[in-house]
């Protein structure tokens, strides 16, 4: 491949959110580095008029659930799409896309058809629901070329579980996608917009704020968090609980739950917010508390410690990798009401442990998660897996 040629990427989700959230930071810094960029995925209003300074922007209606219809035809449509464009590299991530990526991508007979592993759904499943679950992943990773794992555990998982062989899999960095902007985290006045953000949602100034940011969904461990926060608001009526993100239909909580948070002033549900307000909403937070079933490393985690707040997650590959355990944040037990409610009220009772584990967590995020440190790393392993140097 000559020097002055434009590398040709396709990069690939189901839906935009995930793109916005996962992808388009790394591919417009492919876009300034040597590549030509296409973006893939099915599209919300606005998504293409955001990115089409830098990418061609392909709108492909997909469901995020099990669709035989997607299954059939998408990887067709794809196939064609690749043919035609002559892609040197596909590069995919979430679970449907990644399926109907791979295959298309091997029926266009493209040479590098990469697999961004962000965690894997399989794990939370049980009986023939998992089986199948785990077959569509096995199949995936036999159909790509190279498997970018979110972080060694889960790497590692991933070869003891069969899924694809060791020479293929690998991590970029020690982990993640594309990491944190402090810049974006320091760049607004933390204090007035946590004052904001509580009035606009009716949060007392001095209550203390847990808070959630990302799909509500039960693989998430919002079930458990709604159960624990019921215990810890017995004890202590200053508490609160924000849920930032869309209610996810596709793996709802229980009912009962859903009904609690609707109904108890003490918890909001703010809905989605832009990704530019991400930060912003997690000001106004004490601890964030991520209970996840499964993660490919935690990029929620990752912005929390840039903003500057401690977290409470679980002890699983992912983020137990991000989060060092007692420095900064918590560790608690997966599928654990109990363990997450003590940790919940070891960080409520705890000013000092809250202040050096915000601190902690912060000069982690620094040194190793910072945007333009996460995204160069991505450039240099696509850089090595086409084979050049830029």
């Known amino acids: 491949m000559s020097e002055d040629k434009l590398?040709?990427?396709?990069?690939?989700?189901?839906?935009?959110?995930?793109?916005d959230w996962f992808v388009v930071d790394s591919m417009r810094n492919l876009s300034n580095n040597g590549y030509d960029v296409t973006l893939i995925c099915n599209m919300d209003d606005g998504f293409a008029q955001r990115n089409e300074d830098y990418a061609t922007c392909i709108d492909i209606p997909m469901s995020r659930g099990v669709s035989v219809k997607d299954l059939v035809t998408v990887p067709i449509k794809l196939a064609k799409i690749f043919k035609k464009n002559n892609f040197d590299i596909v590069y995919y991530t979430s679970p449907n896309v990644s399926l109907y990526a791979s295959i298309g991508g091997l029926l266009a007979g493209v040479k590098n058809r990469v697999y961004s592993q962000c965690g894997l759904r399989y794990v939370s499943f049980t009986g023939t629901k998992r089986k199948i679950f785990k077959l569509v992943e096995k199949l995936t990773c036999k159909m790509s070329t190279t498997v970018r794992s979110q972080s060694p555990l889960n790497m590692k998982f991933a070869v003891e579980e069969g899924l694809c062989k060791a020479e293929k899999i690998s991590v970029v960095g020690i982990g993640g996608t594309t990491g944190v902007s402090l810049k974006d985290c320091d760049c607004f006045d933390h204090e007035e917009t946590k004052?904001?953000?509580?009035?606009?949602?009716?949060?007392?100034?001095?209550?203390?704020?847990?808070?959630?940011?990302?799909?509500?969904?039960?693989?998430?461990?919002?079930?458990?968090?709604?159960?624990?926060?019921?215990?810890?608001?017995?004890?202590?009526?200053?508490?609160?609980?924000?849920?930032?993100?869309?209610?996810?239909?596709?793996?709802?909580?229980?009912?009962?739950?859903?009904?609690?948070?609707?109904?108890?002033?003490?918890?909001?549900?703010?809905?989605?917010?832009?990704?530019?307000?991400?930060?912003?909403?997690?000001?106004?937070?004490?601890?964030?508390?991520?209970?996840?079933?499964?993660?490919?490393?935690?990029?929620?985690?990752?912005?929390?410690?840039?903003?500057?707040?401690?977290?409470?997650?679980?002890?699983?590959?992912?983020?137990?990798?991000?989060?060092?355990?007692?420095?900064?944040?918590?560790?608690?037990?997966?599928?654990?009401?109990?363990?997450?409610?003590?940790?919940?009220?070891?960080?409520?009772?705890?000013?000092?442990?809250?202040?050096?584990?915000?601190?902690?967590?912060?000069?982690?995020?620094?040194?190793?998660?910072?945007?333009?440190?996460?995204?160069?790393?991505?450039?240099l392993d696509l850089n090595k897996t086409m084979g050049v140097e830029k």
Do not use: W
């Open 195 to 379: 004052k904001k953000l509580r009035t606009k949602y009716s949060i007392p100034q001095n209550a203390f704020l847990y808070g959630y940011v990302g799909r509500i969904n039960a693989d998430k461990g919002i079930n458990e968090l709604i159960e624990a926060f019921k215990s810890v608001l017995k004890n202590n009526d200053t508490v609160y609980l924000a849920l930032v993100g869309m209610l996810d239909d596709t793996n709802p909580i229980n009912d009962d739950n859903l009904e609690y948070a609707q109904s108890n002033e003490h918890i909001v549900l703010t809905g989605n917010v832009p990704p530019d307000e991400v930060y912003k909403h997690m000001s106004m937070f004490d601890v964030l508390v991520h209970p996840t079933y499964r993660e490919g490393f935690g990029k929620v985690l990752q912005e929390a410690m840039g903003v500057g707040i401690p977290i409470i997650t679980t002890d699983i590959p992912g983020p137990s990798e991000v989060v060092e355990n007692g420095i900064s944040g918590l560790l608690v037990k997966v599928k654990n009401i109990d363990s997450l409610k003590t940790g919940m009220e070891k960080i409520l009772n705890d000013n000092e442990l809250r202040e050096n584990m915000a601190k902690a967590g912060r000069q982690r995020a620094e040194k190793y998660f910072d945007r333009p440190i996460m995204l160069n790393n991505i450039l």
């Open 7 to 19: 590398i040709k990427i396709c990069a690939l989700t189901t839906i935009s959110k995930t793109m």
